[in-house]
T-cell receptor, first 110, second 116 residues
Framework: QQQVKQSPQSLIVQKGGISIINCAYE??????FPWYQQFPGKGPALLIA?????SEKKEGRFTISFNKSAKQFSLHIMDSQPGDSATYFC?????????FGKGTKLSVKP | GAVVSQHPSWVICKSGTSVKIECRSL??????MFWYRQFPKQSLMLMAT?????????EQGVEKDKFLINHASLTLSTLTVTSAHPEDSSFYIC????????????FGPGTRLTVT
């Protein structure tokens, strides 16, 4: 019930394209859904986050879409750039603890 | 704001020795700190949660006598890996929340531990 399922495991996108990463969850007690970006050898950095009472949140080129009834949320990266190449983790929070998805390795080709 | 540091960034130790990793919140008071472990190309796995001045709460399967966590102040938590073995080699990441950071967790840069 605590699991967060993330897909795809890896993603290759051309520069300027849209990167889409999806996550699904089961536990309706989750109250906060952040996305993290992690570069090799570095800690994860908060990218964008959403609460379950909001269906969409946009910050610059990054957008979270949230479907409460389907228990799914996704990250869209518009105009993807080579500098966006990293591993992205979705997460869900319950009682203060974060449950992470398995991660998506994004490669943006120039 | 909400910066978390870790020290050291990498460490190599011999099997059987102990190693301490520090996690500091630089510009806020961290009432809660979290310790994660990450194997190569895998996700972050929560090891334990510590509240300042209290004993840490360990996740199932994490040996509390092997991974000693101390959260003695609002800006510092330490993880000590005791009697390290090669299988303890991993990337250890802390995060902190509290104060201005509220319930948001801010992550440190991680510590790469290699046990030879």
């Amino acid at each position: 019930q605590q699991q967060v399922k993330q897909s795809p495991q890896s993603l290759i996108v051309q520069k300027g394209g849209i990167s889409i990463i999806n996550c699904a969850y089961e536990n309706t007690a989750f109250d906060y859904f952040p996305w993290y970006q992690q570069f090799p050898g570095k800690g994860p950095a908060l990218l964008i986050a959403i609460r379950p009472d909001v269906s969409e949140k946009k910050e610059g080129r990054f957008t979270i879409s949230f479907n409460k009834s389907a228990k799914q949320f996704s990250l869209h990266i518009m105009d993807s750039q080579p500098g966006d190449s990293a591993t992205y983790f979705c997460a869900a929070r319950s009682q203060g603890n974060l449950i992470f998805g398995k991660g998506t390795k994004l490669s943006v080709k120039p | 704001g909400a910066v978390v540091s870790q020290h050291p960034s990498w460490v190599i130790c011999k099997s059987g020795t102990s190693v301490k990793i520090e996690c500091r919140s630089l510009d806020f008071q961290a009432t809660t700190m979290f310790w994660y472990r990450q194997f190569p190309k895998q996700s972050l796995m929560l090891m334990a949660t510590s509240n300042e001045g209290s004993k840490a709460t360990y996740e199932q399967g994490v040996e509390k006598d092997k991974f000693l966590i101390n959260h003695a102040s609002l800006t510092l938590s330490t993880l000590t890996v005791t009697s390290a073995h090669p299988e303890d080699s991993s990337f250890y990441i802390c995060s902190a929340s509290g104060g201005r950071a509220s319930r948001e967790q801010y992550f440190g840069p991680g510590t790469r531990l290699t046990v030879t």
